[in-house]
Each structure stands twice: as C-alpha cells, then as structure tokens.
C-alpha cells in the first residue's frame, strides 16, 4: 500500500499511456515488497523544465525519461555520465542529495539480453540496422567488442556519420546505406544482426527490413522491436534456422539497470519480462 514512506519513481513523455514500463516495475516492487511506486507522467515539450525542477521538488527518487525528452533533457540535469553524454541521450534520471544525474540504460541493457542469451560478439562482426536513438545506444556498446561494425540505414548519410562519430574513439566502423546488395555481402561474415529500425513494429507486422533469403543459420538475430514480441524479421531468421532475440530482452535490461541506481537492488527480470509480456499481449489488464 502506498503510505507517507513510498517513494516515487515514474517515467515522463508523451504520448505515455501506452508504455509498459509502470506495470514491469511496479510488478518488480511488488515481488520484492519495496516500498516503491512507479508512476506514468504526462509531460509536453514545453513543460519539460518545469517536470525536471518537480522531479526534485517533490523528491521523487528518479524518473525515466522518453520520448520527445531524452535529447532535450541533458542541459537540464546536473551531471550526466559519459555514455549517455556520447549517445546524446538519457533515459534515466536518479535524484542524488537533491542533484539530478542522467543516465543511459539503453546500451547496457542491450549488452545484458545478448549476455542473457550467451551471444558473445568479441571478435566477430556485428551489423546494425538503423541510426537513430536506439542504433546510437546499441552501436556506442557493441563497437568496442565487436572486431568490425557496420551501421546500414535506409538514408545512409546517417549511418555513414554515425560510423564516423564513433570511428573517432579508435573503433573499426563503416556506414552504408541499407539496401539488399549491401546487406547480402555484409552478412555473410557477421555474427550478429540487430534491427534497431521501427520496421516490422505494430501495425506494419507483415514488414521487415531484410529480405528472408540473405539470413543464415550461423547468425543471431536481434530484433529491438517488441511489439509484436515475434516480429517478421524474427521469424523469418527462426525459419532459416538463425538464433533469435527478441526485444523484450533489451526493454526489460535497460529497466534492471534503472532499477538497480534506484533502488540498489537487483530486481527480479523474470517478474518484469512476463508483466512485459503480459502487457503486450493484452493479459493482466486491471
Ligand atoms: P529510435 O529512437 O527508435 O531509434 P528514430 O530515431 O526515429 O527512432 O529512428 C528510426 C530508425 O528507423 C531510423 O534509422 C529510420 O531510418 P531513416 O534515418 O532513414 O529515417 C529507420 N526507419 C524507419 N522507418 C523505416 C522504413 N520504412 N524503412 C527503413 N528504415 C526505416
């Protein structure tokens, strides 16, 4: 029961009705009896400043942060780590002694579904789809595993920039745009692929962003689109016999690591996957 010692966390964007992350944490606080509340705020481009003061004003523990905020939050926070500050984006805030600090737990919480699923990519090659937010956080934690990395985007300007932008850190990259010659000749050494596009996601089920033959069994295929849990792209890797990941790995690990600088403790990533799980597939609804 919320009483006069609950702390409160949340998430602020817009839209926010639709996001899974109140029902997987507050599932996590529940199981492990916390005394937490975790709370969707509504919050609109121009009232950003003033969410960002009310966050410490009403001391609440932290919050997370998404769209249309993650970018313009920065200048806002009074420090922010370096990984977040490279990918030009935070997703979490944690109220320290009443300093706000920004954090990105896209990167790690990729980094942690791979390791979940035991895909190690030192060594190998890695190819990434896309190269907005998402690409960003997956391409600035992959790249210093990875031997070789290769971002691929339908406006391939983006990705050759990007490729640059992290080729400055003594990283080996190139960019390119996405198109089926490049993919098939890209792939054929990988050993990870990851979509970091929207393509395939609800409504645009029957899409994907690679052709079904140029996928192979010696691949592990990541898909960051979560809805639907089993997108196109994953299906077809699946049918080519090609090891699946799905999205809901990386949506679950990015709010573990929240977690973790909210509370200090680890919480339980079965709980929150199937809330997650649940959530998407219109079970548990209240
Ligand atoms: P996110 O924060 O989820 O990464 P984003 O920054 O808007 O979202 O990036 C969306 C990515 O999906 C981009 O790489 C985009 O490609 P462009 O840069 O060319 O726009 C990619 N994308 C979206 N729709 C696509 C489509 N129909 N085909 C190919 N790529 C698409």
């Known amino acids: 029961m919320i009483g006069g010692r609950t702390r409160v966390v949340g998430i602020i964007g817009d839209p926010i009705e639709h996001s899974l992350s109140p029902r997987m944490h507050n599932a ?3 199981y492990l009896k916390l005394d937490y509340v975790y709370v969707p705020f509504r919050v609109s481009g121009g009232m950003l400043g003033k969410a960002v003061e009310g966050v410490k004003a009403l001391s609440l523990r932290g919050v997370n942060v998404t769209i249309p905020h993650k970018v313009s939050v920065i200048p806002l926070l009074d420090w ?5 500050l490279d990918i030009g984006a935070v997703n979490t805030i944690v109220v320290e002694n009443g300093r706000l600090k920004g954090y990105n737990t896209d990167g790690v919480g990729c980094l942690e579904a791979l390791r979940e699923e035991e895909v190690d990519v030192s060594g190998g090659k890695v190819v ?8 960003r956080a997956i ?5 210093p595993l990875a031997s070789e990395l290769v971002i691929l985007n339908r406006t391939g300007s983006k990705a050759v920039a990007l490729a640059e932008e992290l080729k400055e850190k003594g990283w080996n990259l190139r960019g390119g745009e996405l198109r ?3 993919l098939e000749d890209e792939l054929k050494d990988a050993v990870l692929l990851v979509n970091a596009t929207s393509v395939g996601m609800y409504p645009n089920v029957d899409e994907s962003p690679v ?3 140029v996928l192979k069994s010696n691949l592990t295929v990541f898909d960051v689109v979560y809805n639907p849990i089993e997108t196109r792209l994953l299906r077809d890797a699946k049918s080519a016999g090609a090891k699946t990941i799905d999205g809901v790995g990386m949506l679950v690990n990015q709010g573990a690591v929240a977690f973790r600088l909210w509370t200090g403790v680890n919480p339980p990533k079965e709980v929150m996957r199937k809330a997650v799980v649940d959530g998407l597939t219109g079970r548990g609804e209240k």
């Open 28 to 30: 996590a606080f529940e």
């Open 80 to 84: 922010v780590e370096e990984t977040a």
């Open 180 to 182: 089926r010659g490049v």
């Open 211 to 213: 052709p079904r033959e």
């Open 128 to 135: 990434i789809l896309g190269a907005g937010g998402a690409a």
């Open 139 to 143: 391409a600035y934690s992959l790249a």
